[in-house]
């Protein structure tokens, strides 16, 4: 097969490709991600490239005129027929994600709090010294038998087996350490017989050094590690970065299409997370100038399809009806198996999942919260492209998921991006001139606007009288107003201010239509659970908000565009990355590790949709805030702008938008409901 | 580097090596194996090869003046520095051994039996038949959790594991087969906790297959296989060969100091192995046209040097004072961690030793005999390299281990060989002609003598006078009786009659000398476990004597020569392969699995000549039968051949000659204890 040379710019980075191969992939190949949601599909336009010198194979795809004058072409669809250089421009690459390692810009401290205490020390990995005797004619035991009779001695009994590893090293260890020794035992839980002892290492001499573990989360979007010291519960470095599973599509169901119609999809997309985490791992490592071999534990969080890709299952019935995940409690493997770069037989504890669309990044949250404590209800929210939520208390829990569609991360909508640097992340809008402030990532040029800045622009739009409650365009006398391509949009940053500076940032009522949808599922949500348990909204005690997406939300807009139920502030946490924080637990203590196991088989998962008032509650919610105002009545009571533009009248007037908007969301919520049969979570 | 070409012949084999590898190690390379006894230190004289073309590196070393007039040269000691054509002659060839396939000419049914209806049947794996809801939208557990539950229906419950491989294949597999399906479990013992069950394999539908297994016996000399039905016990295949770490040493000592001293010399033991049983386990297959996937389980037994190599665990303590072994209870691995070409998540069970010289073999021959059962004394004896001894009964067991040396399996005696075609297996010496008649294996022209026929020859050389009770030669008047090379000699096949047609057979007094070293250590280490327990020969209810070696032993004239307890015949079995036996037994029954444990803690290792009587056993044993004829009554019965020759002073002359010759071995005794003490066991 001929093999073409393909020069990426600016990174000035040179691959040699088969011809033939898409320049997708021969991205990848050179080590450069390139956006994508549809999967190498052509549908979702985000990979589009330059092409400098060459002649390529052009095929096409959904690309906007505005990027097709623009000369740019859809990587994904753009075969290598010739030598190239390509340039890949900013807004096509995969980012740094600013919050990706886990720590937030706002963890509201009082509010969480740190169960390990509670939970107590019981690392999944321990060390122990040992002091044993010289052996001699008489005392002629295995090295093995030696160290385990030390073992005794510190109080280590029960069934204790080794590492192959371990043992093949532990003569000379023995004997370099003149019979002092380190063990670094694993406790493997068993359900019924209670933990099981591995030898994992044995070091020469008594170390001082701790046992090292990770606790990991796996997100759809963003991958986290946590390098622990398993002697304290210390975090000592976070690192985060996108899941390089994304070059094969944006969310779950993509993935799951790639890894299970492609031909070694599966495996592509396993490597593709352990070689993220691999990453980070190593970036960790480095820091702290730590070996491989030093860490000995590692406990995984993620979603259902996450776990399953993680550790190579068959995911492919995830997606379809009745939606069966291969397993959902783990098996523990060795590092070697699942291909992380630390210790080869290092423990891998992936944390059990409720159900296929309810994963063990949601355990993994509940372990770091108390819901199981407490007489109050309590609601646990994860929002990011699926919105994954748990309400209970002691008695009771139930969980359900539903498709927020990827609009909070930045896709289909026009100007989405994810929150990196340049991302609007918070606007204002001044009322009557219509001027914009809009504050982003890092301070840095506006390049597109975050999921954040999306919510407070739906409020501002509302608060301003630009968008009626049911999101649809009212003309303002402003030269922001205007109908583009697309219907009529509203231009939040012009042309010259923006990074690109090429093309104005705006919001069309497209845009504002896919928020609604999205906003609204995530309050049906909530509200078909309150409704299964028979509980008005006010019975919510606390509401924790996890997610890096969480962590930056704007309360107050949240609420007044329906996303959030109406409770007073005070109720409400930002506990930023839960997942990786009950992996974490999982890693310091038994008991936080079986209470995940309880967990998981606690949570009743509700299918919205099956027998309960989903579809109506969607409906209802595809308004700003809501149809029933009666549900947000801190929104009810601030004065609505139309109101304010039409005096009296104004009231019924929105009345009657109400009910014209009512049919208007009930057309598509249907279509909606026809996507949601075709792979219900999206 | 330079590369040289090598070809082989008669084999015709071509062989690319870099340029100064010796001919020994390119030989391998070509697949084809040299004998080896010094692990290619020059020194055994056993890889003789012919250079027919081009101009080596000859490096000398120990060669017989014979085989250099011959124009052979060692091929460890030769190097390639040329293009080379080399023949091997057959002598120099490692060939395929007659009874290593476990199954035996001699097998004492009447004495021996299959302890497996005793132990009954819980084989290390078995297969559990389900038949599994399908799944709805309101039965929506996961694969595993579904399977789970219809193992739990099937009466399997408690701590079940599932390995990632057959977590990986289980979506498709449950709905190829409709929700039936058939699960192969495992069942792993724990000490403490009582057994752990992983599933292993999950096949589509209903299997009527059985699932199959391996037991394994890793001899020094021989490997064998034996290819099970795991739900009967039935033995379907049997496998042999040599064991290709032959090539780096005969015995366990020069093994241990490749593994230890050569750079990478552990793992070119440990692939020797696994390549030999991965050889047999193929072709096993074959037969039964079975897949890898298919075999789901093996155990193995080896003595402890054995099961180290196979492990890949350091085996230099073994040999050094205190003679540690680095295990003596194994873990329990996968098969794709012991490198074993059969299901890659096979559990593989390696039998526990008792010792560094007692090892998992004599477990396993143990398993497959009844001592912890009977009141009166058993003796067993396995006989190889080393003789290995278990003297106990259902109170007590002793356990001990000699160094043979290589005689008995043809080392150190000039025309000394294996037991394979052509070697000499039984012979008679006509009194007063001298006349010679000898058997050979597989009837082929005599090539050399087995260690069969070693043991003849020293009882008819003794019985027809040629050699005395102290293995001197006496001078006949007859033209087989020489004086050769290295001194007097006794030719047992004229060149003419032999398979190469170009030398007498003969032995010498050297040989012989060997030869009652090493029935003399056999005899000293069955009475210091004797004199140990206080406990006269007679005590000695039941001999069981293991091996290859032994099923083709003539008990007769080892008990004449004095390598065996003067008992009745009766109380003697034959029985065979016991430690492959044994494997078996692991393999079928939990019983036995645990009952090895047991038995390895159970038995008393007696280090020979640490604060006991070996050594002066040993002296005392240098004679024919021995220096104590009393302990010999049936021998001493027999007129002696002096007293035939000589008349009434003949019986004085022979005390004489003893009281010579007990001074003679005593300085023999002294070079054997000295060689001991640099490395006990060789």
New interface residues.
Partial sequence: MNRRTVRFMPDNRVVQVPEGMDLHRAAAAAGLELKSVCGGEGTCGRCAVKILEGKPEVGGGNLSPRAKKQGLVLACRTLVTDDLVVEIPADSRLADHQLADGSTGRVLAENTYDRLAEFGLSPLCRKVKVKLPE???T???????RLLLGLKEQGVE??I????DA??????TL?QGSWDATVTLAEIS?????P?LEIVRVEAGHSEAPPYGLAIDIGTTSNVVHLVDMSTGTVLERRGTYNRQAMYGDDVITRIIHATEEKGGLNDLRKAVVETLNGLIESALLARDLDQEEIVAAVVAGNTTMAHLF????P??IRL?????????????RAA?AGLQINPVAPVLTLPAV??YVGGDIVSGMLAIDVEEHEEVTLFIDIGTNGEMVLGNKDWMITCSCSMGPCFEGGGITFGMRAVPGAIQRLEIEPGTYEVKVTTIGGARPRGIAGTGLIDALAKLRSVGIIDRAGAFHRVPNRRWRTGAEGPEFVLVWAEDTEQGNQDIVISESDVKNLLRAKGAAYAAIRTMLQTMELPPEAISRVFIAGAFGSYLNLRDSIEIGLLPDLPPERYSFIGNSSVKGSRLALMSRVARDKAETLAHQMTNL?LS?GNTFMEEFVSALFLPHTDLSLFPSVAAVPSPDANAAGAAGTAAASNEAAVGAGEAQSQAQTQVNNENEGQHS
Same sequence: chains 1, 2.
């Fill in positions: 052996p001699s004619v005392e002629n035991g295995s090295d093995l038998s029960g069934d087996t080794i590492s192959l043992l093949r090293a532990l003569p000379e004997r068993c359900r019924e017989t209670g099981r550790l190579g299952l068959w492919g019935y009806e009745p939606y069966i995940p291969a397993a959902t409690s783990f098996p523990v493997i198996e159900a296929s299918e099956e």
